[in-house]
């Protein structure tokens, strides 16, 4: 079974440019979750998905910061304009099914550099 | 808003020693889960525990659910280097959002 696919692994990018990270979550799994994680620390939920609707988004900067899952399966984050707090690991992660059980699967990750 | 503090915050020790991390909050989680990161990769779960009191064995690791589901313990015995990396816990929002919050992370080093 494939895992949780994301790209690109790396990004550097200046202050004020836009970037975008992609995430194809495995197969069959219904809930996608995007998360920062600041180097040494924790990830902070940013973004939960249920199919393509949007569940918990109380932690995304909407000023800056925009999420999409089309047709339920692959998801885009998008910043913009980018600041130099946002330079961190955004992971994404996908589960199959809703119980207290069951369990989220990450991807790599994308390591955003922010100039 | 929800916290999850865990301790310590970096652990270095010897190859065979036994040692314990803490993941505590004032709120109560529906299930708690331990996950394991190393460098360039996401987090792997180790376990979950969904019943207050519960505790799980996964080898040379135990780890312990507290009575009113606040806290949590991860006990490793004889550590090998292997065991090497960022410890996270995390903690299950109710009422079954499945939303989970992350511990600040218990980084251990094991030396050979």
């Known amino acids: 079974e494939a895992g949780v696919a994301q790209s690109p692994r790396y990004k550097i990018i200046e202050k004020r440019q836009s970037v975008a990270f992609w995430c194809n979550p495995i197969s069959g799994h219904a809930t996608l979750y995007w998360y920062q994680q600041i180097l040494g620390q924790g990830p902070k939920l940013l973004i939960q998905f249920q199919n393509n609707g949007v569940v918990d988004d109380s932690q995304l900067p909407k000023d800056r910061f925009s999420a999409e899952r089309l047709k339920g399966v692959d998801s885009t984050l998008k910043i913009q304009p980018a600041k130099l707090e946002d330079s961190a690991v955004y992971l994404c992660?996908?589960?199959?099914?809703?119980?207290?059980?069951?369990?989220?699967?990450f991807g790599p990750g994308t390591r955003l550099t922010v100039l | 808003t929800q916290l999850l503090e865990q301790s310590p915050q970096f652990l270095s020790i010897q190859e065979g020693e036994n040692l314990t991390v803490y993941c505590n909050s004032s709120?109560?989680?529906?299930?708690l889960q331990w996950y394991r990161q190393e460098p360039g990769e996401g987090p792997v779960l180790l376990v979950t525990?969904?019943?207050?009191?519960e505790v799980k064995k996964l080898k040379r690791l135990t780890f312990q659910f507290g009575d009113a589901r606040k806290d949590s313990s991860l006990h490793i015995t004889a550590a090998q280097p292997g065991d090497t990396g960022l410890y996270l816990c995390a903690g299950g929002v109710p009422p079954g959002t499945y939303k989970y919050i992350f511990g600040t992370g218990t980084r251990l080093k094991v030396l050979a």
């Open positions: 709120s109560v989680f529906s299930s």
């Open positions: 992660a996908s589960r199959a099914f809703a119980a207290r059980s069951s369990e989220q699967f």
């Open positions: 525990v969904v019943t207050g009191g």
